[in-house]
């Protein structure tokens, strides 16, 4: 089954290898001899890539990325270009990496194509000069599109792994992202072997290799974020791989800032709706259903809520365990945590790997294309939890290009889950910059999640629960959890709209629709009459 | 399993039931004894309805609709008008019904609320004065979301069938959509027997009653669109029954108009793109994937394509079987049409009754949370065709709202298709309104499937690849499928935008990008120096 869908195996004989000269190999992180045959340099490896290749990396959120090709790739692009050479590659991935990838290859023009996110400052400013082809795609999406074909075909794949086993598996590192795609779907593979990753992590993972494309698909036989339903790691075709790299450097997961007042706000608003449904009937008591959070501070102060709020026993079935979830899982608050990467920054990482034994019990590592499979997240009733830079007064939500234009990172996950999800929730502190931008306005400058599939919007205000509303009816429940002082004008917004002959079922004035963003770019401010 | 899931049987007994008076029960259409106890006439049963009541109706584009308590509601809605009492009732289907379900109600003023979807003319109008509340639903989003109470407790199911048989099972009609939650939910049904649809209709259903909702849903073990995983009859608890009546009306869907060159054109496009997916290997040759189509002439002139395309045994796995699809069954070009409803125009009605046992064998009717369902979807890979209003430059669709504010129709399922397909295609005439407005603008005045998740647009001047193609390449992807009279207007706005310091990802030009839209209210057309 696996064999069949590695792609290339009569093509793979003849590559060019690099013969290790390294005398001093792990050999309890590399308990195979025909690896152990590969080893070499990071700069002789990254050699072997030429100028236009396509390579998928591993990582996800800072976690199990490369950490020693994509520096030596961008010297040897740097070293190119002095000489007049044209070197540049289209990098795939998981989701965004780190610096010491997106950030270094970017600064060294060594990035022609990039998908499917990216957090990365450098990169940013190239994709939004155009310098760098950017696409921005659904991460449940990604794997099985490369493998339709539907994007470039893969010449490598670079994958941080913890170890490589007797029989020539290899053992994951903290994320676990596109990696078995890239390895089937590359026509050579590079791999690193980290020995800064615990070899407890040996076990965590749960690979599941019948995913296939259609139309020889069957039904994913998960049905609870705590099922194990694949095998601990990953396969590789031996024959591909053309290079493995020992290297050592930890992930470098950005620091959190310590909670402040309207993220808390923001957690006990979730937690107020969540009491409401299970007053209602809407979820079960007590245990919710399985939980999705996205990534940042809100969403810690989310998980930090529901510790106050006083569950116990919860399960997530998200995309990846930031800091927050230690916590809950030591606390008892959460039983099971399923992501597809552990993203944890240097204040948590000691406490990690001190108790990695215990963690182990509590936390599956999954492919993305399952952690955030639309059939699963449908089937377990996923409560999905995201952040958006803006709502507009209908419920529609932007949460990729900053005034319209100007790309933040990507959609990410958020659209797998929200649009398939039990129920839908998009959090946002009311204002930013200071209170000159507003996160409720007339109308967004970009839709990334549609009227359709936001459920619940919240606010340090409040939350706006849109379901059973029109249109009319959502403009007054998130009018009432936008800043005070946006308030007045969101409701003379409305009001005029709603007052005009033939008004419609989602009242608009076309030409002020975008004036909010107009006025920031302008003057600085979405407020009316400041700095004007 | 079922008995499970049927609420409310303990609290049933000791409503009001009306006795039945009628002699002349058709005896071969209600075998069962305890159904023919319960048979009364339309204006009886719908006397049972009570102000502010929710229905949960039967009937799917213009099939199986109840064909006479609507009317008969409608009377009593207005005769309670007339004598000033407040009467109108809460209307939940699969989709659109038909005048003689939404308009008549709608005339009558009978209407407070109505979800999922419409396309009635007057209903239409009170949608958008906003004296109807209309929310806009994903078809494959209602039925859970009802039955996990995100919506009103459903006081009446009203269901046509086309018989009960001896053990009391009912043998559905010409679509089954939300009949089997509604029939489940409601506290009361009552069930329309229409002698008009053909007893031959027996066994071309396939009802699953194992969807339950989170936490305790199992994978759904449908691997094919000519898979069969259910029984052919809706179940009902006898308790909850307090009326059947007996009814002989026809479904009157809309005549197709005959195709015009321009849907022609569409339909060869599409087979173009066809032919060069199968030739690169991302479609099977010559078989495809399961076909999604949407609804109306385009969709027609799509499946009219297929059959002038050469193709044979394919196979269809749909929301609605129209006109287009019987000759494509006849010819061979399509073995199996898997949907929710059969919505046949007069103008082959007779051929499909005349013919109706072959038709039987390669026809099968689900319950719309499985024909629109995404894990069903996603795992059989569907190829989803869909029209639209409108796309922006950059692959935004809108399908609902005519110049961001009033709603033509609804979502309907094309997001449930788009989302979850193999691959997306939206399709439109390049202009509508005699040229006045384009279907490619700068910026949607709506969206209803973003760029993630839009991958082919068609019009009558070629299809537009979106795949692998950054924001600008698809725009000028895009403004070449155009109307070569908005070409030039699309690509000067695009010029400019790009040319802008910090364009961005997405340029756009925010005072600008919603005036072709004003311009077209001001002037009556989108194109500049026109009118103007």
Known sequence: MIAASIGGVGESVGYDEVVSTNEAINTDRIRNEAFRSKVVSADEAAALIHDGASIGFSGFVGAGYPKAIPDSLAKHAAAAHERGEHFQVNVYTGASTDHALDGILAESEAIAFRTPFSTDGSLRKQINNGSVRYIDTHLSHLAQQVEEGFFDHLDFAVIEVSGIDEDGHLIPSTSLGNNKTWLEQADKVILEVNEWQPEQLNGIHDVYYSVDVPPHRKPIPLVGATDRIGVPYLEVDLDKVVAVVETGGGDRNTKFTPLDEVSKAIGDNVVKFFKQEEEAGRLPKGKLLPLQSGIGNVANAVLAGLETGGYKGLECFSEVIQDGML???????????????????????????????????????????????????????VVAMNGMLEADIYGNVNSTHVMGTK?????????????????????????????????????????????????????????????????????QALIAIAHPSYRAQLQDYFDRANAQPNAGQTPHILPEALSWHQRFLDTGSMLQGEAE
Chains 1, 2 share one sequence.
């Open 327 to 381: 916590g809950l899982i030591k606390s008892g608050t959460v039983e099971v945590a399923s992501a597809t990467a552990l993203s944890l920054s240097p204040d948590v990482i000691d406490e990690f790997r001190e108790n990695i034994d215990f963690y182990n019990k509590h936390i599956i590592l999954r492919p993305q294309e399952i952690s955030n499979n639309p059939e699963l997240i449908r089937r377990i009733g």
């Open 407 to 475: 790309m933040m990172n990507g959609i990410g996950g958020s659209g797998d889950f929200a649009r398939n999800g039990y129920i839908s929730i998009f959090l946002s502190p009311s204002v930013a910059k200071n209170g000159d931008i507003s996160a409720i306005v007339p109308f967004v400058s970009h839709v990334d999640h549609t009227e359709h599939d936001t459920q619940v919007i919240v606010t340090e205000y409040g939350f706006a629960d849109l379901r059973g509303k029109t249109p009319r009816e959502r403009a």
